[in-house]
Structures are given as structure tokens and as C-alpha cells.
């Protein structure tokens, strides 16, 4: 077990390191931005990660994607980092006793963030178990990601799988947190950081401040997606906004630099392309209102980038469209049925304005609006206030839509980017408010920041209080043990080799996706292809529909099983009989399902029977 933590603990900063490896790959062929101010690890970091995204969307497009090669481009990375290191070891100056201190200070909480995610427990079995790790095995198995029956497959286009396999490559479906909860959490880290450039001359301002916004800042996560990961991707924007000269027309090496950090955002949820465009198109609306004669080339600027950005994200697309027939969902419905309303509902404007305003004036959503503020006494902010901008009109449209969602789970869409708002927002404005001191000796230190100092010493023990509880919480506990993989092994070697299957079952990623192509249904009635799963029309349309889809087996789990996650009989009569539309909806699709897959069990043959699952062979009507 030891040994095991540690290799993954080692690997995990192996990825990392190999994120600033690419990202000198970026710095290399598209350059700084700007030559006056270097590239910090941080953001090259960022920079590294987009490049992946880049190159994992043509990957797996082309279904080339194993754990070898996952392996190869983070040993690539890690060789590409050690030779930047080697060629700037001149510049490496032997850190005082002051910045010792400083940086293990700074290195305790960081280090106990990121243990605490190498082996983490899924938050959200009914997200995780049955979505977001089988993204990760069937990517790693098959090369490539095709679920034609998943939500979350068509609401999402890859990218947070792709950087999840980095890791899986080597680990397990245990250490699917790493990517989001442990390195981008460093990522960002060091991308805020970064921002003060000058920070030797600001004393302990931007290493307490950077702590706070990133390890203390709430952030509200509930499952293995892209969370903190999309937070270091909009932090990735900001600071190449920020980095522009203020030109209304950049030179093509930025405009592809920049579409690169847009389509790596959008890669990893379909949503964060609005927030990051709109980012986009505000900067260049804020540079055309600032130098009027040049609004033609803001304009063409913007066409550039926009072009450059589908073109960044056209893999991602196709590949989304061959899985679940839509490059741009939710504008292209694709796989998603129209009767399927468990998100939005028909309301009268009256009805739809209140549960909008509610959402909106949450204390939850408003404290992280608080900064807007700041731009009514200094406007000299463009990147920051733009990508500010791109967030509320993001959150307000999300609000606005999500008619059965609460503001808890809007806030959680919508915290990467309004967090990375908030934080640049704060940062600028900090970064400009403080007067330089002339050094960095904690002698000389002014008394606020003495203060600042202690108090974020005060704060450490419960910044990694938690930190140790998951720990120790999670150390020896395997969320599925080698019995159950083996059962599920046996499972699969009951139906032939090649042939589909669809999978009812709480682990799907237990599968090998390689023997067979493996279905999944995360979310009952939300997405099946054309004319979709006939749900409320008996077992018998269930039935003619699998096999009209090529799909002659069932695999199919016990559904009264105590302590089952999702599809769990007894949770959806509970949620059944609750006044919330939300659950009520989805309650009634998966009570069908699994009353359609009862009857099945009774009429169809039985081919596999073990420890409460069946697999069921589907012939037509009338064959042997």
C-alpha cells in the first residue's frame, strides 16, 4: 500500500512537471506575448496543459490513445522540463534564510493538498462509479471515446478524461482526483503567484495572498470533473490577456496561442467555451472602445481568433459528433431527447424571473460578484474585468435555463470561472494597491504584512486539518476490491467476445473495453440515439429498441441490493415521493428502467447468473 501511494505521489508530480515541459514547447514556437516580462512556471504550466488538450483531442480522434502513449507524452514533458531547468541553472540563485522559511510555509499546505488526492473517495458515486471513471478506462481501452447513451459524454467533450488518463495510464480509477484535486490545485497556485512578477520587491503580500485565494477561497466540488482543472485553464486566459502589449491586432503566433487556452477550456465542459469566448470578445470590445480608430482590426483580431479556435477544437468536436451526434451541444441537441425536462421546465416569465433572481442573489454566487466593485474606481484592468464579464453573463444564462436546479449545483458549473474572476480581479488590484518595499528581509517587512504572515501560519493547521482527515480517511480503502473486479471480469467473459453489451450495472469501470463495446446509461431517458430509448412503453419497446441498436445483451445488476449507488430501487421511491421536480423527474425514468429490465430478466435467456447480476442474451421475436 505504501509503496503503491508513493509511486503514484511521485508519478502525479511527474504529470505536473511535464505540463511546464510542453509549455516550453508553447514558449518555443509561439513565443512570450511579451519579451519584457518572463514566463513563470505557472503559467507555462497552463500553456502545457492547453497543448495536451490540443493534442489529445487529435489522439483521440484518431483512436490512438493507450496507456503507453500516455505514459511516452508525460516522460516527453518530464525530459523537456529537466533540459529548461539545465539551460537556466545559471540563473539559480541559493534562496536566504527568510525565503527558506517562506517557501516551507508555502510548501506544507501544498504538499498535504495534494497527498490528499492521490488516493481520494468519490464524492459522488452516481457521477464518478458510473460516468467519469468509465471515461477513463473505455479512452484507455478503446483509444478513443465513443457512448452514444451518456449525458455526460454529450456534455462534455473529453479533455478532463484525456488529463485524467495521464494518470490512469499508470494508476487506477482510485487516483482519478490526482489531475483536478493535486496538480491543478498546484497549477494554480503558481499561476497566480506568477502574476506578481515583482514580488520580491512586494515582502509576503503575494505569497499570503495567492494562499488564501487559491487554499482557503471556497470552492465547491462534488465529483472527479473538471473543477480546479478548468479554474488553472481561465487563470491560464487571464494571464495571457494580461500579458498583451494592448495592440487591437496581435500577431498570429498569439491569436493561436490564445485559441489554444480557449479550446482546451472548452474541451473539458461544453459550457466553459461560452465564459471563455465571451472573455475573449470583451477584451477586444474593451481595446476598441480604447483606441476607436482601430475597431476594424479588434474586429478582424476577434474573426482570427474565433477561426482559430474551432480549428483548435474541431477534433474535440468531431469526435463528440461520432459519439453523440452533436459538435456543439446544447445548441446541437445530438443524443439529448427533447421530452427528457429533469433540468428545465416551461415556466411563466413571473415564475422563471423569481427562481433566476434567488439564484443570482445567493449569498453563495454574490460574494464572489463583491469585486466588480473594484471597476467603478480604476478601469486600467482590461483581462481582469473582461474575464469577469464572460462569468456573470455565463452564470446569469446558466441561471436562467437550469429551472430545476438549485444554487448550489449552479454554483458548481460556474466556479472555475467565476472563481478565476474573482481571484484575478483581487490579485490586480492588490498587486497595484501595495507599495514595493526596498527588501526582502523580515526585519524590513511593514507591519501589515507581518500580520498578513502570521495569520496565514495560524491558518495552516486548518488548511490541512481536512487535508489529513481524507488522508487517513481513505488510507487502505479501495472503492472496488479485487473480489468484486474479479466478478465483473467473469461477467464479461459471459458474453463473446466482440459483441455489445449494455451495462445496468453501479461499476462499469470495472469492464475491459477493449473485449467488448461496453454501453452505459448515467442518466435515465436524458441521451440515446434516434428514436431514443422507449421509456413508459413496456419491456417488450426496450427490448425491439436494444437490438434495433445492434446491442443483444444485458448486463444488469441487482436493483434491491442494499448500499447500491444509483441504480438503487429503494433511492428512487424515496426521491419519488419527495416535492422537488428535479429528483421526482428522474425518479420516474430510472423506476422504469429498472421495471423494464425486471421483466426482461423473466422473459429473455438467462446466460449468466452470480451474486445478484444477470446477463441476458435479446433474440427476435420468433428465432431459437
Given amino acids: ?23 516550453g514547447v508553447v514558449v518555443r514556437t509561439l513565443g512570450t506575448v511579451t519579451d519584457d516580462v518572463p514566463v513563470d512556471w505557472g503559467l507555462q504550466a497552463g500553456w502545457g496543459m492547453a497543448l495536451l488538450l490540443l493534442m489529445g483531442g487529435l489522439l483521440s480522434l484518431l483512436e490512438l490513445v493507450s496507456p503507453a502513449l500516455m505514459i511516452g507524452l508525460t516522460l516527453a514533458g518530464l525530459v523537456m522540463w529537466f533540459y529548461d531547468i539545465w539551460k537556466t541553472r545559471s540563473a539559480i540563485s541559493a534562496p536566504d534564510r527568510y525565503k527558506i522559511i517562506l517557501l516551507i510555509c508555502i510548501l506544507i499546505p501544498l504538499i498535504s493538498r495534494y497527498a490528499a488526492a492521490v488516493h481520494f473517495t468519490a464524492l459522488s458515486c452516481g457521477d464518478d462509479d458510473i460516468a467519469y471513471f468509465p471515461f477513463i478506462a473505455r479512452l484507455l481501452d478503446t483509444g478513443t471515446l465513443i457512448d452514444p447513451f451518456s449525458l455526460r459524454r454529450l456534455a462534455a467533450y473529453g479533455g478532463q478524461t484525456f488529463l485524467q488518463a495521464l494518470v490512469g495510464a499508470v494508476g487506477t480509477e482510485e487516483n482519478a482526483f490526482l ?26 503580500l503575494p505569497y499570503a495572498l495567492t494562499m488564501l485565494v487559491i487554499m482557503v477561497l471556497p470552492f465547491p466540488m462534488l465529483n472527479s470533473a473538471s473543477h480546479i482543472t478548468g479554474l488553472a485553464l481561465f487563470l491560464t486566459l487571464f494571464r495571457t490577456l494580461q500579458r498583451l502589449p494592448g495592440s487591437a491586432m496581435p500577431n498570429a503566433r498569439t491569436i493561436w496561442l490564445i485559441a489554444m487556452i480557449v479550446a482546451g477550456a472548452a474541451s473539458l465542459r461544453a459550457h466553459f467555451l461560452v465564459a471563455a469566448a465571451l472573455a475573449v470578445a470583451c477584451y477586444w470590445l474593451t481595446m476598441a472602445l480604447q483606441n476607436r480608430n482601430e475597431w476594424k482590426q479588434s474586429v478582424l483580431a476577434l474573426t482570427r481568433i474565433a477561426g482559430a479556435t474551432i480549428v483548435c477544437l474541431l477534433a474535440w468536436m468531431v469526435l463528440l459528433y461520432r459519439s453523440s451526434n452533436s459538435f456543439l451541444y446544447p445548441l446541437i441537441r445530438g443524443n439529448h431527447r427533447v421530452e427528457f425536462e429533469n433540468y428545465s421546465a416551461s415556466l411563466d416569465f413571473d415564475a422563471h424571473f423569481q427562481i433566476f433572481a434567488n439564484i443570482l442573489l445567493d449569498a453563495k454566487l454574490l460574494v464572489f460578484m463583491v469585486p466588480v466593485g ?71 517587512l511593514p507591519v501589515g504584512d507581518k500580520i498578513i504572515g502570521g495569520v496565514m501560519l495560524v491558518l495552516l493547521p486548518f488548511m490541512m486539518s481536512k487535508d489529513v482527515e481524507r488522508l487517513t480517511d481513505r488510507w487502505g480503502k479501495v472503492g472496488l476490491g479485487q473480489a468484486e473486479r474479479a466478478l465483473y471480469r467473469e461477467i464479461q467473459a459471459s458474453v ?53 441498436m445492434g446491442i443483444p445483451y444485458l448486463v444488469v445488476g441487482n436493483f434491491d441490493q442494499p448500499g447500491a449507488c444509483l441504480y438503487n430501487r429503494r433511492l428512487w421511491k424515496f426521491h419519488l415521493s419527495r416535492d422537488i421536480p428535479v429528483w421526482q423527474m428522474g425518479a420516474k425514468y430510472y423506476l422504469d428502467l429498472m421495471d423494464n429490465l425486471g421483466e426482461l430478466k423473466a422473459s429473455e435467456e438467462v446466460i449468466f447468473q452470480k451474486n445478484g447480476f444477470t446477463v441476458l442474451e435479446l433474440k427476435p421475436d420468433g428465432s431459437d
Fill in 1 to 23: 500500500m505504501i509503496a503503491d501511494y508513493l509511486f503514484m505521489f511521485a508519478w502525479g508530480l511527474c504529470v505536473l512537471a511535464a505540463f511546464v515541459g510542453w509549455g
Fill in 179 to 204: 489531475v483536478d484535486r493535486g496538480i491543478a490545485v498546484i497549477i494554480s497556485f503558481g499561476l497566480t503567484l506568477g502574476f506578481f512578477h515583482d514580488r520580491t520587491k512586494l515582502g509576503i
Fill in 374 to 444: 473594484l471597476f467603478l474606481f480604476r478601469r486600467s484592468y482590461p483581462a481582469a474585468l473582461s474575464l469577469y464579464i464572460g462569468a456573470l453573463i455565463t452564470t446569469a444564462a446558466m441561471a436562467w435555463v437550469f429551472t430545476h436546479s438549485d444554487v448550489d449545483n449552479i454554483h458548481r458549473y460556474v466556479a472555475p470561472f467565476l472563481n478565476a474572476a474573482f481571484i484575478a480581479t483581487v490579485v490586480s488590484f492588490a498587486r497595484d494597491a501595495r507599495t514595493p518595499t526596498s527588501s526582502s528581509g523580515m526585519s524590513s
Fill in 496 to 548: 463473446p467476445k466482440g459483441k455489445k453489451f449494455m451495462a445496468v450495472v453501479n461499476h462499469p469501470y470495472a469492464f475491459d473495453y477493449a473485449l467488448n463495446d461496453v454501453s452505459t446509461i448515467d442518466v435515465a431517458g436524458a441521451a440515446s440515439p434516434d428514436p431514443g430509448v422507449p421509456y413508459f412503453k413496456g419491456a417488450q419497446a426496450f427490448k425491439a429498441y436494444f437490438l434495433n
